[in-house]
């Protein structure tokens, strides 16, 4: 039975533990740069850990624990900016490029709704294809875990719609000879 005043399509859900599935938002999660020095096999060089929020592109199905293992040794994981970090920044400085965002225009880009659920608010986000990571899939787990307060989860449709953007962004092809302009 519905809950009255809830919407049909809630974007997101909180989730605890360990558990992953394409969409958890993991806010502050520790990424690695490696040095274009480490191409050379005899270079020592210093791998330089930051902290960025990202959201987990792998799908759900690779994700999930069979017999102790999940399918994927990695996860992929596109970097997420909040509105407010945006607002000098273009082509996001304005209402205008984020609708150009939110109606997929660049499509380097997607666009998430805010978040409203009370101890869990967060403002309309950018998830940017263009910045990827990859960490080993026992690692994402452990700091999932760690986080005992809960984590935000991108629902259906939602999740959806934004595996079909990045499958898009990743695929496109740009023609050596475009057909030329209908004028």
């Known amino acids: 039975m519905p809950v009255i005043g809830a919407p049909a399509y809630p974007w997101y859900c909180v989730v605890f533990g360990a558990d992953l599935e394409q969409g958890d938002l993991l806010l502050d999660c520790p990424v690695y740069r490696i040095p274009p020095a480490a191409i050379r096999a005899e270079a020592e060089c210093t791998v330089t850990v930051e902290r960025q929020n990202v959201i987990v592109l792998t799908q759900s199905c ?75 899939v026992d690692a994402v787990r452990a700091f999932a ?26 695929m496109r092809i740009g023609l050596p000879v475009d057909i030329p302009a209908f004028k």
């Open 62 to 136: 690779d994700l999930t624990v069979q017999q102790g293992k999940s399918k994927v040794d990695d996860v992929i994981m596109a970097a997420v900016y909040f509105k407010r970090e945006l607002s000098e920044t273009r082509p996001f400085h304005g209402n205008d490029g984020w609708e150009n965002a939110r109606k997929g225009k660049y499509p380097g880009y997607h666009v998430l709704n805010k978040c409203e659920m009370p101890d869990f608010g967060l403002d309309f986000m950018i998830v940017d294809f263009r910045r990827i990571f990859t960490l080993g």
């Open 145 to 170: 875990a760690a986080n005992g307060k809960g984590r935000v989860r991108l629902l259906p449709p939602y999740r959806e719609h934004l595996a079909q953007s990045f499958a898009r962004f990743f």
